[in-house]
C-alpha cells in the first residue's frame, strides 16, 4: 500500500484530531507544532509542562491539559500520540487500549506524516547532534533550500523554535536513540530512514536503558545499516568506536575532525573579536574559510560535519560562511542568562564528562582573563549513577571551582547505585579545585552569590532545568549590588 494511501486511511492528510500524551515534551511540543501547522487539530496532556514548550504551545493556540485524566480523551481523538515518557498504568494510556482508539509513537508520526517524498538528513550521537542539527537547518535556510527540520532544542536563528517546515526537498533531524515507546523499546532514529547520516560522536550513555557500551553501538550499526548505496555517512573521524559502527556501511562514508587522516578537516583555529576561526579542507584542499560566534573545540567539530553534509549536497560556499557567521546557536547552550554585579550566569546542557570538560575548555577559550565556576546538577539517568564518578572529577577541574547539586530522583536509586556528589567534590578538591557538594540549588545559589566576584562567569550545567539554579543566583546578585550602592 503506498504511503499517501495508508495515511488516508488513517486520517486525512490536513486535517482530523490528535492528541499528544506527554505534550510538554522537548521533541513533543515541536512536533504538535508541526501538525497544527499541517492543519491538524491538535490537543494535549502532561504534567509540569514548563519553557519553552509551554510557551510554544501557547503560541500556537494548542490547548493541553494538566495531568492524564480519560475525560481529556473525550470526545475520542483520532489518533493518539505516545511520547515515550508515557508507561502503562497511565489512565489516558489504559483508555486508549481500552477503547481500541488508533495510535502511534512520536517517532512513527515523523515517520509517516513528515519524512516521505524528501531528502532524509539525520544527524545522531551522543554529544553535539542538537547544535549540529541547528547549524545544518540553518546553513539550509540562508541558503534559500526552505529544508523542514526538527531539532532537539530551541535554535535561535528561527525566532526560538525548533522546527521548521519549509517545504523543500530536505528533512534534516535530530536522530536521539533514545527508546520510542512503550511498546516499541528501539531507539526513535531508526524510525528516520536517512538518506544522509552524521555521527558525531559515540559514548555510553542513558543507563536506564542500556547495560553497555556495546548494546548503544549495535543500534548506531543498525542506523547506519539503513543508508542506501546512494546516500552517504559522515562520522568523527577521531572515534574508534564511531569508525566500527561504518564497518559494513554500503554507502560513501566520509569522516571529520582535528586529526591527520580525515577528509574534513579544521585547521588555523583561533578565537578573535569574539569569533571562532578556522579553514576547513576537504582531503586536504581549501574549501572554506569560516567565523562563527561559538567558542570550542566541539563547535568546530560540529560545524565541520554540518559543513561537510551541505557541501556535499551542492550548498554554495558563500551560503555556508554567512550562515555559519550569522549562527545564534541553541538555548541550553553556552546560553547568557544574565549579568549582574559583574558576574555572568551561563547555562549548558552538558551533563556527561566528556560533555562538561569541552564546554568548560570553551568558556576557558571565550573568557580567558575570568575565573570560571562550574555548578553542575547530577540529573540524567547516567550522571545520578555511579558509572562516571571516577572520570567526572578531571573533567570539573578545568573549571576554577566548582558547586554539585544533590542528585535528582535520588530516593529512586539503591545507595550502592547511587552518584555521591560529595565523594565527586572530594576528588574535584584531589585535582588541587576547590569543590562542594549541596543539598539544593537554593544553597548553591546563596554561596555563589557570597564567593563570586565581579568579573567572575558561572556556568550551570544540567540536562533540566536545575530547580530555576540561574534566575535564584541572578536574584541573589542583584540584591547583593542594590546593598553595596
Known amino acids: 500500500m503506498a504511503q499517501s494511501d495508508f495515511l488516508g486511511n488513517l486520517l486525512p492528510?490536513?486535517?482530523?484530531?490528535?492528541?499528544?500524551?506527554?505534550?510538554?515534551?522537548?521533541?513533543?511540543?515541536?512536533?504538535?507544532?508541526?501538525?497544527?501547522?499541517?492543519?491538524?487539530?491538535?490537543?494535549?496532556?502532561?504534567?509540569?509542562?514548563?519553557?519553552?514548550?509551554?510557551?510554544?504551545?501557547?503560541?500556537?493556540?494548542?490547548?493541553?491539559?494538566?495531568?492524564?485524566?480519560?475525560?481529556?480523551?473525550?470526545?475520542?481523538?483520532?489518533?493518539?500520540?505516545?511520547?515515550?515518557?508515557?508507561?502503562?498504568?497511565?489512565?489516558?494510556l489504559e483508555f486508549i487500549l481500552d477503547e481500541k482508539i488508533p495510535y502511534r509513537s512520536m517517532a512513527e508520526v515523523i515517520e509517516e506524516f513528515f519524512i516521505p517524498n524528501h531528502a532524509s538528513i539525520v544527524v545522531a550521537g551522543t554529544h553535539g547532534k542538537t547544535t549540529t542539527t541547528a547549524m545544518l537547518a540553518w546553513?539550509?535556510?540562508?541558503?534559500?533550500?526552505?529544508?523542514?527540520?526538527?531539532?532537539?532544542?530551541?535554535?535561535?536563528?528561527?525566532g526560538d523554535k525548533s522546527y521548521g517546515l519549509g517545504g523543500g526537498e530536505e528533512?534534516?533531524?535530530?536522530?536521539?536513540?533514545?527508546?520510542?515507546?512503550?511498546?516499541?523499546?528501539?531507539?526513535?532514529f531508526l524510525h528516520y530512514h536517512p538518506d544522509e547520516l552524521i555521527i558525531t560522536s559515540l559514548e555510553y550513555d542513558h543507563a536506564d536503558i542500556y547495560p553497555d557500551l556495546a548494546s548503544i553501538s549495535l543500534q548506531f550499526r543498525r542506523l547506519v545499516n539503513l543508508v542506501p548505496r546512494r546516500g552517504r555517512i559522515l562520522v568523527w573521524g577521531e572515534?574508534?568506536?564511531?569508525?566500527?559502527?561504518?564497518?559494513?556501511?554500503?554507502?560513501?562514508?566520509?569522516?571529520?575532525?582535528?586529526?591527520?587522516?580525515?577528509?574534513?578537516?579544521?585547521?588555523d583555529l583561533h578565537w578573535e573579536d569574539g569569533m571562532t576561526n578556522f579553514r576547513v579542507a576537504y582531503r586536504g584542499n581549501e574549501v572554506t574559510r569560516i567565523r562563527m560566534p561559538v567558542a570550542g573545540r566541539h563547535n568546530v567539530l560540529d560545524a565541520l560535519a554540518a559543513i561537510?553534509?551541505?557541501?556535499?549536497?551542492?550548498?554554495?560556499?558563500?551560503?555556508?560562511?554567512?550562515?555559519?557567521?550569522?549562527?545564534?546557536?541553541?538555548?541550553?547552550?553556552?546560553?547568557?542568562?544574565?549579568?549582574?554585579?559583574?558576574?555572568?550566569?551561563?547555562?549548558?546542557?552538558?551533563?556527561?564528562?566528556?560533555?562538561?570538560?569541552?564546554?568548560?575548555?570553551?568558556?576557558?577559550?571565550?573568557?580567558?582573563?575570568?575565573?570560571?565556576?562550574?555548578a553542575l546538577e547530577p540529573r540524567s539517568n547516567t550522571m545520578r549513577r555511579k558509572i562516571f564518578e571516577k572520570v567526572l572529577p578531571e573533567a570539573l577541574a578545568v573549571a576554577d571551582s566548582v558547586a554539585i547539586g544533590p542528585v535528582s530522583r535520588a530516593q529512586l536509586l539503591a545507595d550502592e547505585e547511587r552518584f555521591s556528589p560529595a565523594k565527586?567534590?572530594?576528588?574535584?578538591r584531589a585535582h588541587?579545585?576547590?569543590?562542594?557538594?549541596?543539598?539544593?540549588?537554593?544553597?548553591?545559589?546563596?554561596?555563589?552569590?557570597?564567593?563570586?566576584?565581579p568579573g567572575d562567569v558561572v556556568l550551570v550545567m544540567s540536562n533540566g532545568s536545575f530547580d530555576g539554579l540561574s534566575g535564584k543566583l541572578l536574584e541573589r546578585l542583584k540584591s547583593k549590588s542594590v546593598a553595596r550602592l
Open 308 to 374: 561537510g553534509i551541505a557541501y556535499g549536497r551542492g550548498v554554495e560556499c558563500e551560503a555556508i560562511e554567512n550562515a555559519m557567521a550569522t549562527f545564534q546557536g541553541v538555548r541550553k547552550r553556552m546560553e547568557h542568562k544574565g549579568e549582574e554585579g559583574g558576574v555572568l550566569v551561563v547555562e549548558d546542557f552538558a551533563h556527561h564528562p566528556t560533555a562538561i570538560k569541552l564546554t568548560l575548555e570553551a568558556a576557558r577559550t571565550q573568557w580567558p582573563n575570568r575565573r570560571i565556576w562550574a
Open 424 to 428: 565527586v567534590a572530594e576528588d574535584v
Open 432 to 453: 588541587g579545585k576547590p569543590a562542594s557538594a549541596f543539598d539544593s540549588a537554593t544553597e548553591i545559589a546563596d554561596y555563589l552569590a557570597a564567593e563570586s566576584k
Open 171 to 188: 528533512f534534516i533531524i535530530e536522530g536521539d536513540e533514545y527508546e520510542t515507546a512503550f511498546f516499541d523499546r528501539g531507539p526513535k
Open 239 to 267: 572515534g574508534e568506536e564511531v569508525r566500527r559502527c561504518t564497518e559494513k556501511a554500503l554507502c560513501p562514508v566520509e569522516t571529520f575532525g582535528l586529526c591527520e587522516g580525515v577528509d574534513w578537516s579544521a585547521g
Open 13 to 92: 492528510r490536513t486535517s482530523g484530531h490528535l492528541h499528544l500524551l506527554g505534550i510538554g515534551g522537548a521533541a513533543m511540543a515541536p512536533v504538535a507544532g508541526m501538525l497544527k501547522e499541517r492543519g491538524y487539530y491538535v490537543t494535549g496532556s502532561d504534567v509540569n509542562v514548563y519553557p519553552p514548550a509551554s510557551t510554544l504551545l501557547s503560541s500556537l493556540g494548542i490547548k493541553w491539559n494538566e495531568g492524564f485524566r480519560e475525560e481529556n480523551l473525550k470526545p475520542a481523538p483520532d489518533l493518539a500520540v505516545i511520547g515515550n515518557v508515557i508507561a502503562r498504568g497511565n489512565p489516558e
Open 139 to 158: 546553513i539550509f535556510h540562508v541558503a534559500g533550500r526552505r529544508p523542514d527540520f526538527l531539532v532537539g532544542g530551541v535554535a535561535t536563528n528561527f
